[in-house]
């Protein structure tokens, strides 16, 4: 306990302080974090046995932040599929390659690398303190839900969610994470005083992240499960890997952008 909870300072110190200084180094922090997260699903899908195809799985995941940056939402289409066709054509022109490898490899352009893109749109709006502001919500959200969740299912927790995929994991556990996430995202948006929409939103907005998290953090046990992993990687002292700490903040952000562009009109 006394590991996780320092890596989790150590964690939360870094991540105030990109959001303190925004800007340059805001979105090359994030772009380190998916960049991290895809050499770990990579290195987890090797251990499966799989031979990936590496190159463009990585020029994608470093290009896709500026791609986005300068050329917007097509020239991502074009970065996607030109990626597809340089997966396929390694495969044909290698006997390295199997279409166990194309399948795999398109999996982890897909997860997390399609997340990491709606959090590249968040940090990139014109509006950088509503865009810092959507990624507060969203780590509060989730990191609120995932918390109360432990806690509550250590308490209290008698009657299992998923247990063919994560075994540890109670109803009571996530009832108390959607509890959780909902009442803090509100008090968050009332402390921050940003009351563009009716606080009431703000409420509804907690218990729909917190909903999602909880499914996002199901989906990197589900896929951990496949790939036969505990973790998705090491870095993190008592957390496993950095996929592992973000899978459910990443989970949601897209569907908060959606929530404030309802609001806000158009933001990216």
């Known amino acids: 306990m006394l590991k996780r909870t320092i890596s989790a300072v150590v964690i939360i110190g870094l991540f105030v302080a990109m959001l303190l200084l925004g800007g340059i180094y805001l979105q090359v922090g994030f772009a380190i974090v998916g960049l991290l997260c895809e050499y770990e699903m990579i290195s987890s899908i090797k251990k499966k046995g799989v031979v990936t195809i590496d190159i463009p799985v990585y020029i994608l995941t470093l290009a896709l932040l500026p791609t986005y940056r300068l050329y917007g939402l097509k020239g991502v289409a074009y970065a996607y599929c030109l990626t597809v066709m340089a997966i396929f054509m390694f495969r044909i022109l290698s006997e390295k390659y199997d279409y166990d490898s194309v399948l795999h490899s398109l999996l982890a352009i897909i997860y997390p690398q399609i997340f990491m893109l709606f959090v590249y749109m968040v940090i990139t709006m014109k509006d950088e303190g509503l865009g810092i502001f959507i990624i507060v919500i969203s780590v509060i959200a989730a990191s609120a839900s995932d918390t109360m969740a432990y806690f509550t299912g250590m308490l209290m927790g008698k009657h299992k969610l998923c ?66 992993v505990k973790d998705f990687g090491d870095l993190i002292p008592g957390h496993g890997g950095m996929l592992d700490r973000v899978c459910s903040i990443i989970f949601v952000i897209p569907v908060a952008l959606a929530v404030f562009e309802m609001y806000y009109g158009a933001l990216v």
């Open 163 to 228: 247990p063919k995929i994560s075994p540890n994991k109670t109803v009571e556990g996530a009832i108390g994470g959607l509890v959780g996430g909902t009442v803090l995202t509100g008090v968050a948006a009332l402390f921050l005083e940003r009351t563009e929409m009716p606080i009431y939103m703000f409420f509804l907005l907690g218990f729909l992240l917190a909903l999602l998290s909880q499914f996002g953090d199901l989906t990197s046990s589900v896929t951990k499960r496949y790939l036969g």
